[in-house]
């Protein structure tokens, strides 16, 4: 999280301590939804039950907001489990119903699948681009085929932007596990990547 986005997140969550409004909670909610929606999607693919689920997280915010007492950092890392709580339970109560879509499949039927606003899924993975030669929506495909563990590594920290203690909170794992972990995933995606490129040769 970068310095700007601490000093304006601490200003926010000072405000709505202090009046405890929804004009000041707006603030909060600007800042995270479409980050939470773009995180939830990439896990669930589906634009709908994306947005459903980002909107109740934003409401366990402002539930609980008043009572926890935390810096900007740890408070942004508390969202995010938030959210990846969400995913588990909706993917409890819907595992005999709910069929996840692939990005193929949503690019041939036409849907949106950059559904908040244009390319803002992965705007902020460049060196996910850059690194690995990936479109985003080629991108999108590599890192759904990833096993869960190092996508949600690579959500958090090359599309999110988390730091490193912050991905540790809400993954429950240890730094060193995490960097290790990350590395793995990158192998994979790389890997994947030339398969492709062997495979369509």
Not at 81 to 104: E, L, M, P, Y
Not at 137 to 143: F, T, Y
Not at 150 to 173: M, R, T, W
Request: aromatic share 12%; with cysteine.
């Amino acid at each position: 999280m970068e310095e700007k986005d601490k000093k304006n997140l601490k200003k926010y969550i000072r405000e709505f301590r202090l009046h405890q409004d929804s004009e000041s909670f707006k603030k909060i909610y600007d800042y995270f939804f479409d980050r939470i929606y773009r995180y939830i999607f990439l896990k669930i693919y589906n634009s709908h039950d994306a947005e459903e689920l980002a909107g109740d997280v934003m409401i366990k915010i402002y539930n609980n907001l008043a009572r926890i007492r935390v810096d900007p950092v740890s408070f942004n890392a508390w969202v995010y489990k938030i959210a990846g709580n969400c995913v588990i339970d909706f993917f409890r109560k819907n595992k005999n119903t709910f069929r996840q879509k692939s990005v193929d499949e949503m690019m041939e039927n036409n849907e949106n699948v950059f559904s908040v606003s244009e390319d803002s899924i992965l705007n902020e993975s460049q060196y996910l681009k850059k690194e690995l030669g990936f479109k985003n929506e080629e991108l999108l495909l590599r890192i759904n085929d990833l096993p869960e563990n190092q996508k949600n590594i690579v959500l958090l920290k090359f599309v999110e932007d988390l730091d490193y203690p912050s991905i540790a909170s809400i993954l429950g794992k240890k730094e060193n596990a995490l960097r290790a972990l990350l590395f793995r995933a990158l192998q994979n995606l790389k890997g994947s990547f030339k398969k492709n490129i062997k495979e369509n040769e």
